[in-house]
């Protein structure tokens, strides 16, 4: 794997929603548990699995509305 030490080296990683292969190989490469594995796949808008160091949890990020007028309409969720 090429990218493998990109994936290694952050202390600090965030992953938002994902599925199919993408969710299959995640899981794998950090042994999911269930539960992260539901909540990256159900997709929602503002939370994430935040992983810093060995200790994982669920974080919801309150982003107000008018940001969501920098990401312009061209599609997305």
Same mark, same amino acid.
């Given at each position: !794997?090429?990218? +493998?030490? /990109?994936?290694?080296?952050?202390?600090?990683?965030? !992953? !938002? %929603?994902?599925?199919?292969?993408?969710? +299959?190989?995640?899981?794998?490469?950090?042994?999911?548990?269930?539960?992260?594995?539901?909540? /990256? #796949? #159900?997709?929602?808008?503002?939370?994430?699995?935040? !992983?810093?160091?060995?200790?994982?949890?669920?974080?919801?990020?309150?982003?107000?509305?008018?940001?969501? %007028?920098?990401m312009g309409t061209a599609g997305g969720r």
């Amino acid at each position: !794997m090429y990218g +493998q030490a /990109l994936l290694d080296i952050p202390c600090i990683k965030i !992953m !938002m %929603g994902t599925d199919g292969k993408n969710l +299959q190989e995640t899981r794998e490469l950090y042994n999911l548990t269930e539960a992260e594995e539901e909540l /990256l #796949a #159900a997709k929602k808008r503002e939370h994430a699995l935040l !992983m810093v160091g060995s200790k994982r949890m669920h974080v919801h990020f309150e982003i107000p509305e008018y940001k969501f %007028g920098y990401m312009g309409t061209a599609g997305g969720r």
